[in-house]
């Protein structure tokens, strides 16, 4: 008779235990899928009157989407009068175009203008941010660059979250090249790393397949990445060399973090490289 308590308390707690375990397992499943929005999207919102303070020339340009939605964009110019073409800048997930501003030196210094649209939710740019909605965004960024420049002149530029749209945009859109910074190859695959016990493909609102759209990028692509990027790992990042096209570019900076790529020179001797051509 003890034995078989001691078995039925044992079975009893193994019960328990499972059912707390499932139970947590579940609770912090819901939690990913509702709260992945704030995980990934890390935005500063500004109110429609904010006036942006640069040291370098800039124009801003707000674009009606409807009769609610605007999208507003900061247009960087070089020093020249005659610009030598434009770079379309998808920026990452933090903030807002504040954050991202003073990378525009690293195109302006070689003549071209430099373009930072500000994503729904982010800065002064209204609406919801669905995946849709961005590429539907990007669209008009390169619609409007391109009643200014040809599409030999464009260059279209994706860091860390803006990885994706660029790479969407210069499948669908002829331009020049596409550069990319501390990519992934798509947000689930992304996900998986930091939730690897659960089913991130049905749990992600989000999608941007980098590594998809880039099997059918037809332009030079050029990308960067350093090994010590702790938000995209560097592994994640080399799975879009198996879709990379010969001519493509694949450039590892060493000890280099997800942030502070443009503090290492052979990122800026690469960079410049491409932009001196």
């Avoid at 030196?105 to 609406?127: H, I, L, R, S």
């Avoid at 350093?226 to 198996?242: E, N």
Wanted: one cysteine or more; charged letters at 20%; glycine letters at 6%.
């Amino acid at each position: 008779m003890k034995k078989h308590k001691i078995a039925r308390t044992s079975k009893q707690k193994f019960l328990r235990w499972t059912r707390i375990v499932i139970f947590i397992y579940g609770a912090a499943g819901i939690a990913f899928y509702y709260l992945q929005e704030k995980l990934l999207l890390r935005n500063t919102p500004l109110a429609a009157d904010y006036q942006f303070k640069f040291n370098v020339p800039f124009k801003e340009v707000n674009i009606p989407l409807n009769a609610t939605d605007n999208l507003n964009l900061v247009q960087f110019l070089p020093a020249d009068s005659i610009p030598k073409g434009v770079v379309l800048y998808f920026h990452g997930n933090l903030e807002n175009i504040n954050h991202y501003a003073e990378y525009a030196a690293n195109f302006t210094k070689y003549g071209y203008e430099v373009w930072m649209a500000d994503y729904p939710g982010y800065g002064k740019t209204t609406g919801k941010f669905t995946e849709e909605n961005v590429y539907m965004q990007a669209r008009e960024v390169y619609k409007l660059a391109n009643t200014k420049f040809g599409a030999d002149s464009i260059i279209v530029y994706g860091k860390s979250l803006g990885s994706g749209i660029a790479a969407w945009l210069a499948l669908r859109k002829p331009c020049k090249r596409l550069i990319l910074e501390t990519p992934y190859y798509s947000i689930p695959d992304l996900f998986s790393h930091y939730a690897p016990i659960y089913p991130v493909e049905s749990l992600s609102k989000f999608r941007f397949p980098t590594g998809e759209y880039l099997k059918e990028v037809k332009v030079p692509v050029t990308i960067f990445h350093g090994t010590d990027d702790w938000i995209i790992p560097y592994s994640y990042a080399a799975k879009l060399k198996q879709v990379l096209k010969p001519g493509d570019e694949f450039i590892t900076i060493d000890k280099g973090s997800h942030n502070n790529l443009n503090d290492f020179s052979l990122f800026h001797e690469k960079l410049d490289s491409i932009l001196s051509l």
